[in-house]
């Protein structure tokens, strides 16, 4: 039977009614399975990185497996180039920030370039000159002119006293004595190379008698007041200026006011005055002691620029012996010898008044027969008399000697040439 044409759309009308909720029923489905094998996709690196590898390997072979309808040689190279892929891996996480920093450098160094135009000269820029330098030159230059006025000034004091003439005089007229007229120079250049010291210079000349310390104390006052006046030059005989019938209170005062007298003129006049000093051992207590307070150097600037020759016979005795001793050493003319004998002297004077530890002791040694012989030839020419070698010789053989091997060194040293020659 045939059906009728209005129950055709009622029955469509109820497929549809039923279809379409299950066609919504099988799309969800198919959305949750595309989730899923996303989802495992996505969880599979963190679980199980090395099964994920694989597998991709795996799809790799298979891609390659696909492309060798191409060609036998494309399948080798991509099969070679799978084999060797695998060892290595694609992360360029770590090589990005390298990259980085080497593109970084190249720009930096490629901005550092100074590009000049064409046709242009090139130049290097200007240094600019640092006023530290200019003033570094003008100090440098003030202090090589100050040096060269001190040294100027050096040779000009030097010039005005004539030291070199006093030097010369004294190794012509002084006997046997080197060693002690060098000493005596020595210190005497160092001191008046300056007007400005911190104490001032003592000098003590020790010996036997005879042996010439009197005689260098009156070419010392004698040359000093040729090129200075006569007002800075002072001798002081003790026997003369403080005799056995004055106190010694009195020549204390007598002898403090002729000194600060003439360093208060020397001062203003900016010399340095001379004080020559004979006969000290016969000296009082008192007198030694004044005289030690101007040696001190805690004074004021004045009594700083002094020059004391202190003569005597002090040590004398410990001098002849050491000479007779080491005649044959040869020690006088040493310097082991010249300290030896100083570390000898040195007590002997201290255990006098402590005013020796301030002063530069200088030794005066016997004089040897050969020195007198000079000695009489000197004062005989002096005296305008025509000397005769025997005659000079028989003379000097007159004298009393100390006898060491080949050696013969005058008691009395030069003392009594004089005596001698005014009998003549």
Same mark, same amino acid.
């Given at each position: ?20 909720? &299950? ?35 795996? %799809? @790799? %072979? ?14 080798? =190279? ?20 390298? /990259?980085?920093?080497? @593109?970084? +450098?190249?720009?930096?160094? +490629? ?21 530290? +330098? ?50 005596? /120079? ?10 400005? $010291? ?24 004698? $040359? ?50 001379? =004080? ?5 051992? &016969? /000296?009082?207590? !008192? ?34 012996? =050491? !000479? ?6 040869? &020690? ?38 050969? $020195? !007198? ?38 008691? /009395? ?6 005596? +001698?020659?005014?009998?003549?």
């Amino acid at each position: 039977e045939e059906v009728p044409d209005t129950e055709i759309p009622g029955a469509s009308r109820k497929m549809s009614s039923i279809s379409s909720p &299950l066609r919504a029923i099988i799309r969800l489905r198919r959305r949750y399975r595309v989730q899923k094998k996303s989802r495992l996709h996505l969880e599979l690196p963190r679980e199980k990185p090395s099964e994920l590898l694989h597998t991709r390997l795996l %799809q @790799r %072979q298979l891609s390659l497996n696909r492309t060798s309808l191409y060609g036998s040689s494309m399948s080798f =190279f991509n099969q070679t180039s799978f084999e060797t892929s695998q060892y290595f891996t694609f992360d360029t996480s770590v090589e990005q920030p390298a /990259m980085k920093k080497s @593109r970084r +450098k190249k720009n930096r160094r +490629k901005s550092r370039i100074v590009l000049y135009p064409d046709k242009t000269k090139r130049y290097l820029p200007t240094e600019e000159k640092s006023k530290a +330098k200019r003033c570094l030159l003008l100090l440098i230059v003030i202090i090589f002119f100050q040096i060269l006025n001190a040294i100027e000034n050096l040779d000009d004091n030097l010039q005005k006293y004539d030291l070199d003439g006093l030097e010369k005089t004294m190794h012509r007229e002084v006997f046997g004595q080197k060693v002690a007229v060098e000493s005596i /120079m020595e210190l005497l250049k160092d001191y008046l190379a300056t007007h400005i $010291h911190n104490k001032p210079l003592v000098i003590s000349l020790n010996g036997p008698t005879g042996v010439g310390k009197s005689h260098v104390g009156w070419l010392l006052a004698k $040359h000093f007041r040729s090129v200075m006046d006569n007002d800075f030059v002072l001798q002081y005989f003790v026997m003369h200026h403080c005799p056995n019938g004055v106190t010694p209170l009195t020549c204390e005062i007598d002898l403090s006011k002729k000194i600060s007298d003439m360093v208060t003129r020397a001062e203003i006049e900016e010399k340095i005055p001379l =004080f020559i000093l004979d006969e000290v051992e &016969l /000296m009082s207590p !008192v007198l030694l002691d004044t005289l030690s307070r101007f040696f001190e150097p805690n004074q004021t600037n004045e009594f700083l620029n002094a020059i004391y020759i202190l003569i005597s016979n002090i040590g004398g005795h410990e001098i002849t012996k =050491f !000479v007779i001793q080491n005649a044959s050493a040869e &020690l006088l003319h040493q310097q082991k010898g010249v300290e030896e004998l100083l570390s000898i002297i040195q007590p002997v004077l201290i255990d006098v008044h402590p005013l020796w530890k301030s002063a530069d002791i200088i030794p005066f040694v016997l004089l040897e027969k050969t $020195h !007198v012989i000079n000695c009489f030839l000197e004062e005989m020419r002096r005296e305008g008399l025509y000397p005769e070698q025997k005659h000079v010789e028989n003379l000097a053989s007159q004298l009393s000697y100390y006898t060491t091997g080949d050696k013969q060194y005058s008691r /009395m040293g030069c003392k009594q040439v004089v005596a +001698k020659v005014n009998l003549l």
